[in-house]
């Protein structure tokens, strides 16, 4: 299938994540064994059954932008905020000249969730319009008054094409654009898609991945309701036990992660570090629940990469520590990667970020790659005879220059990407 | 050589139909779509009307509808759309079908707000002598009140993960939300999905609906929408110099795109042969286009250089023709950019002056339009064309349907945050 013979590589990284905001501090407290999961300090989550989560504490996407940007933060709610930071992260470690990029062949591609309102902006329109009881509005007080209280560009700051958009206005990135909302394998999906259009000769240069928050209160009181989430709280650095026995539930966090994705020889022309490249990539569907769904995504990226699951140094798993979706990726991992080694599952101590979760563990292994070590598992103790997989708890050395990222969702979406660790 | 990829199913459920036949015809006859908003009181919003799908019942197209139960309107729009698609394709009656080589991409909206809790709780949780909100009250309010299920169906990954579910779709799975560029830009990523070798057969299109109150309200605030409420029908006037805003539409539009020798093989019937696509960035403003459309112009020109075809060969612009004052101004600019002398001899219509804006679902209505245009030797007009602007000089087809036969079309849609995506669509000459 190689069609195509236009290679894809990264040359810049940008992790904003609750165990660190650059590519060597988030190594570090991974391979330290931290947690970053915390009480949630953010808002008051008082009345939450779950009143925990992977969140970034002190993060001001005013500290990361231009000064000629920050004007535009306002009309950014706080996932667009950690888009544009880790945008800019990883466009500042790719140490790019803008000035030399062909705008025209500078894409942006994201993952993305659905964006939560922030609740205090509708507060005046809907006291105009409410009567004090549940459920019950007036629509014609909304319309004659209440419409008039909301912001003017209030619903551009919650659209979930906004991450993408704002990254090409910030950076005059002319090039495709696209905003791919899978759920919690947007990223993975967009990284596919974005190394498909390198590869098609649509750019030359791509900022990809993801970003996302649901740590306010109408996401975390929404997901409460019908998401599987550990409900631990006096537990907050254990609750999240992917692969383990006695998992009970994901964990909620936040982040971006982003690639600087370049054609390889437009990175080497510019000298540029390479950190790896993008050797295959696989996207399927679940549709039986039984992880076959994985085993497909995995064999079309291992086919497409031209490498057996023998020259794999780890596998980067999903592992979002539920009974069901961990059974199942074991499943197909046994299927899919027979012969090959073990896995890791950093949703242990970052919580699940959603669209930026694989991006963002995803670079952790490119930078385990390039600092040859890797980090493990936390939390893992208890084996479970329904996820037979070899879980890696300890830091240990990269023994391989190749692994595998994983990435799914609960309805059954499945993506894996196949990556080679630099220089090349 | 790349694969080459043809259209074997179609589907549509519109404010002019439910069936792609009753929505071309109609389309055809100049009908209007439009009039007031029956799905919630509106009567003192700023905007009154919009083009609703009328009278739809999911369970009149699926078997097992109650999948959908707790989904808003845009999933089940996408639901009968593709059933609409896979019947017309014959896809399923074709002895085997390698499920891992079908896939999916559409370019679909979110769910539909709980409006009312939301609101009401917000109000209940906000104390406005200290303009602040007790979140803690929210949150119980929230959790006794939201109904879990009808929540979890607003997740933006809910709609394709349904339609996979349903029909055994197990190949790539992927939703994009491009704002009102977004079924166009999944036709054209489904199309190189298949021309790389992904998969073999892609459902693809998308489905929307924002005729609620958080819709109208989102759109009324920027000004975006025609406030012509004495006379719905003839409010959305794309070209015209009098235009004052588009029309919320909604439905969906669905396509079975599959690799030639894949249909041909099963003996498919094929409508037509997607030949181009392109995708780019204005990179300017999240709410204006590039006032010399700067995006338009590369994402025309790099669509028509992927299809092969000279612009001169062009028989029909789909325009994505808002009736807003800037996107049909900066749209004309960039057509006469691209095809120069021969913009002036290519027809070019918006089909939103009868059926409104399906925002994320307009491309793929508008490319099935295509299709129809060439099948059937007839292009539909743009209505309620009455005084010409002279910034928008092109034969806009007005007000009436033209008899010809254009062999290649180009369908143009545009969105917020400057996103831009043009499609080719050819005859299929085998």
Redesign the interface.
């Known amino acids: 299938?190689a069609?195509?013979s236009r290679r894809a590589v990264i040359t810049g990284v940008g992790v904003l994540t609750p165990l660190g905001m650059d590519g060597n501090s988030f190594h570090s407290a991974l391979v330290a064994g931290k947690s970053g999961i915390t009480p949630i300090t953010n808002?008051?989550?008082?009345?939450?059954?779950v009143r925990f989560a992977g969140e970034i504490s002190d993060f001001d996407a005013k500290n990361f932008v231009d000064k000629k940007d920050r004007k535009a933060l306002r009309?950014m709610a706080r996932t667009i905020h950690l888009a544009v930071a880790g945008a800019q992260c990883a466009l500042n470690d790719a140490k790019v000249d803008k000035t030399k990029l062909d705008?025209?062949r500078f894409?942006?591609v994201f993952g993305?969730?659905?964006i939560a309102v922030e609740?205090?902006e509708?507060?005046?329109?809907?006291?105009l319009?409410?009567?004090?009881?549940?459920?019950?509005?007036d629509?014609?007080?909304?319309?004659?008054k209440?419409?008039g209280a909301?912001?003017?560009?209030?619903?551009?700051k919650y659209?979930?094409?906004?991450l993408?958009?704002?990254v090409?206005?910030f950076?005059?990135?002319?090039?495709?654009?696209?905003?791919?909302?899978?759920?919690d394998?947007?990223g993975l999906?967009a990284l596919g898609?974005s190394f498909?259009i390198l590869?098609?000769n649509?750019a030359d240069f791509m900022l990809t991945g993801g970003a996302e928050s649901k740590i306010n209160?109408?996401s975390?009181?929404?997901h409460?309701?019908?998401?599987d989430l550990s409900r631990e709280n006096d537990n907050p650095q254990g609750a999240s036990r992917p692969f383990d026995a006695t998992r009970n539930g994901m964990v909620l966090g936040e982040g971006a992660g982003v690639l600087a994705l370049e054609e390889l020889t437009h990175a080497q022309a510019r000298g540029a570090k390479i950190y790896g490249e993008v050797l295959g990539f696989?996207?399927?569907?679940?549709?039986?629940k039984d992880g076959?769904?994985v085993t497909?995504a995995l064999n079309?990226a291992l086919k497409e990469a031209r490498v057996a699951p023998a020259d794999l140094d780890h596998i980067n798993g999903h592992g979002l520590s539920t009974r069901d979706s961990d059974r199942r990726e074991a499943a197909g991992i046994c299927q899919g990667l027979a012969g090959g080694p073990g896995v890791i599952a950093l949703k242990a101590s970052l919580g699940n970020l959603g669209a930026a979760g694989a991006t963002v563990e995803l670079i952790a292994s490119l930078m385990a790659l390039e600092k040859g070590v890797l980090p493990g598992t936390r939390n893992y103790q208890h084996p479970d005879a329904e996820c037979p997989v070899e879980v890696i708890t300890a830091a240990r050395p990269v023994k391989k220059n190749c692994f595998v990222k994983i990435s799914m969702?609960q309805?059954?979406?499945c993506a894996a990407a196949v990556i080679r660790g630099g220089p090349l | 050589m790349?694969r080459r990829i043809v259209i074997t199913g179609m589907g549509a459920v519109t404010p002019l139909g439910h069936s792609v036949q009753e929505m071309f015809s109609n389309l055809l006859a100049g009908k209007s779509g439009i009039g007031p908003i029956t799905r919630?009181?509106?009567?003192?919003?700023?905007t009154t009307f919009a083009a609703e799908v009328k009278s739809f019942d999911l369970g009149n197209f699926v078997i097992g509808a109650s999948r959908w139960a707790n989904s808003g309107v845009n999933s089940q729009f996408a639901a009968a759309a593709t059933q609409l698609a896979l019947d017309d394709s014959g896809l399923f009656s074709s002895g085997q079908i390698d499920?891992?080589r079908l896939?999916?991409y559409l370019g679909s909206g979110?769910g539909i707000q709980d409006?009312?809790?939301?609101?009401?709780?917000?109000?209940?949780?906000?104390n406005?002598q200290t303009?602040?909100?007790d979140?803690?009250?929210?949150?119980?309010?929230?959790?006794?009140?939201?109904?879990?299920?009808q929540?979890?169906e607003?997740?933006?990954?809910?709609t394709?993960?349904h339609l996979?579910?349903h029909f055994?779709?197990?190949?790539?799975?992927?939703?994009?939300?491009?704002?009102c560029a977004a079924s166009s830009?999944a036709i054209g990523?489904a199309m190189?999905?298949i021309?790389?070798?992904?998969a073999d057969v892609m459902i693809t299109g998308g489905s929307h609906s924002m005729i609620h109150?958080f819709g109208v309200?989102?759109?009324?605030?920027?000004t975006a929408l025609s406030e012509f409420n004495q006379d719905p029908v003839r409010a959305s006037r794309p070209f015209d110099l009098n235009r004052d805003g588009f029309v919320l539409g909604e439905g969906a539009g669905m396509l079975v795109l599959e690799e030639f020798e894949h249909a041909k093989k099963r003996g498919a019937r094929i409508y037509a042969e997607m030949t181009g696509y392109?995708?780019?960035?204005?990179?300017?403003?999240?709410?204006d286009s590039h006032p010399e459309g700067?995006?338009a112009i590369?994402c025309i020109a790099?669509a028509i250089r992927d299809s092969g075809v000279p612009v001169e060969d062009i028989g029909y612009i789909n325009a994505h023709g808002t009736s807003t004052q800037v996107n049909d101004k900066v749209e004309t600019l960039s057509i006469k950019k691209v095809f120069g002398a021969h913009a002036y001899k290519t027809p070019v219509s918006s089909i939103k002056s009868m059926m409104g804006h399906l925002i994320a679902a307009a491309g793929a209505v508008e490319l099935i339009t295509c299709v129809e245009a060439m099948r059937q030797g007839i292009m539909p007009p743009t209505m309620n064309y009455e005084t010409p602007d002279p910034e928008c000089d092109l034969d806009y087809i007005p007000n009436k349907a033209r008899e010809g036969k254009p062999r290649h079309c180009l369908s143009n849609s545009f969105?917020?945050?400057?996103?831009n995506t043009s499609l080719v669509v050819s005859a299929f000459s085998g």
Not at chain 1, 150 to 156: A, D, H, K, Q, S
Not at chain 2, 140 to 147: A, D, N, P, V
Not at chain 2, 217 to 222: A, D, I, K, P
Not at chain 2, 278 to 287: G, I, Y
């Open positions: 299938m069609v195509f808002f008051d989550p008082a009345n939450l059954p009309v705008k025209t894409g942006v993305a969730g659905l609740l205090p509708l507060a005046e329109a809907a006291r319009s409410a009567h004090g009881q549940p459920g019950n509005i629509l014609k007080m909304w319309g004659e209440g419409l909301v912001p003017p560009l209030w619903m551009l659209l979930p094409n906004m993408a958009c704002q090409s206005i950076h005059d990135a002319q090039g495709p654009n696209n905003s791919i909302t899978q759920s394998v947007a999906l898609e498909r590869s098609r649509h209160p109408l975390m009181t929404r409460c309701l019908f998401e696989g996207a399927a569907f679940d549709q039986k076959s769904g497909r079309a969702d309805t059954g979406q | 790349r919630f009181d509106a009567s003192k919003f700023k499920r891992a896939g999916v979110e409006f009312p809790n939301m609101i009401s709780l917000i109000a209940l949780a906000y406005p303009r602040k909100m979140f803690p009250c929210f949150e119980k309010l929230g959790l006794e009140h939201f109904k879990g299920a929540e979890a607003q997740e933006l990954h809910t394709t993960a996979a579910n055994g779709l197990e190949g790539p799975n992927y939703n994009c939300l491009t704002a830009q990523e190189e999905i021309r790389y070798g992904d109150p309200t989102g759109f009324n605030l920027l392109f995708s780019t960035a204005d990179a300017f403003r999240v709410t700067r995006g590369a790099g969105g917020f945050g400057g996103q």
